[in-house]
């Protein structure tokens, strides 16, 4: 699994220009699960998708191992907020789209989509299409789908922002559960502080726009991890540090009040 580097990346926009990201650079080191954070607007979404291959940057660069970031690829998986499921294929269907790409046989590609239902907890719906799906299982078909193709990086852009707070917290202890057995290498973008802690091995805190990259934290506690986790001083204390620097950042974006 090749470490991700972001090389002093900058991104502008239009002809004025507006400038979203400046300089910004991290390591991702190979299997590690690693979260960016910060206030609405600093480029959390923008920087995941220059990592997708989406989006170009302005200046800089970003490599997987010794390959360039000049496109979308296979060795990268993107699992999004929204729920990107092909209505017309079962969950079985979804799972393997990317494994018929590849031309695999039909036996290698039952076995390996197997492995990933009874991972999710999905294995009694193989033959059920989306539309009968709640959010939170379209979601880990969504993950099963991007980990069934062996990416050397799961790229994930707030997958859990739309499910109810019950809904979410599962996931999250499902998404530890998942990393641990697997050890795929994670980049998770969320604007939830607790989230951010409650997953992440290490915590990118970027800054009001132009982002920045303001502070990294590293998180001790071992996976999986369960809702007790979130209950334990270093959890909380952990919290409070990423609050007090988010906020510092919000409040560098508010106007000067007007004088009398």
Sequence with gaps: MPE???????????????????NVSLTVPEHQFSVIVGPSGCGKTSLLRMVAGLEK??????????????????????VFQSYTLF????????????????????????DISDHFLRQVGLAGFADTHPAHLSGGM???????????????????????????????????????????ENRSQILFVTHDIEEAVFLAQRIF?????????????????????TIETLTCPDFIRIRQQVLAAIREEVLKMRPEPAEA
């Excluded at 900058?10 to 990201?21: D, E, K, T």
């Design 138 to 180: 379209m979601q880990r078909v969504a993950i099963a789908r991007a980990l069934a193709n062996d990416p050397s990086i799961l790229l994930m852009d707030e997958p859990f922002g739309a499910l109810d707070s019950q809904t979410r917290g599962l996931m999250q202890e499902l998404l530890t559960r998942i990393w641990s």
């Design 87 to 110: 209505p017309w294929e079962t969950v079985r269907g979804n799972i393997e789209f990317g494994l018929r790409l590849k031309g695999m046989p039909k036996a290698e590609r039952k």
């Design 205 to 225: 805190v970027m800054g009001a726009r132009p982002g920045r990259i303001r502070e990294i934290i590293d998180v001790p506690f071992a996976y999986p991890r």
């Design 4 to 22: 991700l580097h972001i090389e002093n990346v900058c991104l502008s926009y239009g002809a004025g220009p507006v400038q979203v990201i400046d």
């Design 57 to 78: 940057p302005t200046s800089g660069r970003l490599r997987l191992g010794d390959d360039v970031v000049t496109g979308p690829g296979a060795d990268r998986g993107m």
